[in-house]
């Protein structure tokens, strides 16, 4: 199974940055020193259109991204679906492409005959601070990162096999998907 992991973000606005961090440190773990060819980890500042646009050619996407609805627990980590998602934010219609959302644009692309992921797994992780400058996430979301990092992991170790004895990734900790 094809898989892309997408860490949403722009890393310089404090919490905003938490997918590209969680990218970042998913890498780390997996000690990338040779490409896995069913694997593909990336970090975007995207969404929409340009983030479907990504996933053209997987089976599977796992996203990574800040989430805010001003009622927020900072750390709290939701996994979320497709259908989740449509809950959130329904089928909007749009007099613009730059504001089309992830699963319009999805369902789009699929009209289209492109290939995308039959499978999208989000995780939103609750962020208090998006607006400032900052390299730095706020504690409760810099605590959040390693599970998330586990989470994901978790999610790709039963796929691939990259300890080259052709067996799946150990489990790292108890989260289930």
């Known amino acids: 199974m094809k898989t892309i992991v997408i860490g949403l973000g722009n890393p310089i606005l404090t919490d905003d940055g938490v997918g590209v961090k969680v990218a970042y440190e998913v890498k780390k773990a997996l000690n990338f020193q040779s490409p896995i ?5 990336t970090e975007a500042s995207a969404g929409g259109l340009r983030l479907m646009e990504m996933m053209v050619g997987y089976d599977r996407a796992i996203l990574v991204d800040a989430f805010t609805n001003g009622r927020n627990q900072p750390g709290r980590i939701q996994r979320l679906t497709l259908e989740d998602l449509r809950a959130v934010s329904p089928t909007q219609h749009s007099a613009s492409a730059h504001d089309t959302t992830l699963v319009t644009a999805l369902e789009t692309g699929k009209k289209l005959g492109l290939h995308l992921p039959d499978e999208v797994i989000i995780y939103a ?28 992991l978790n999610e790709i170790g039963g796929s691939y096999d990259l300890s080259g004895n052709n067996s799946p990734l150990p489990v790292f900790c108890g989260i289930e998907p």
């Open 125 to 152: 992780i609750d962020v208090e601070n998006v607006i400032d400058f900052s390299e730095e996430p706020t504690t409760a979301v810099a605590e959040a990162i390693p599970e998330v990092v586990t989470a994901v």
């Open 37 to 41: 060819s069913n694997l593909h980890i």
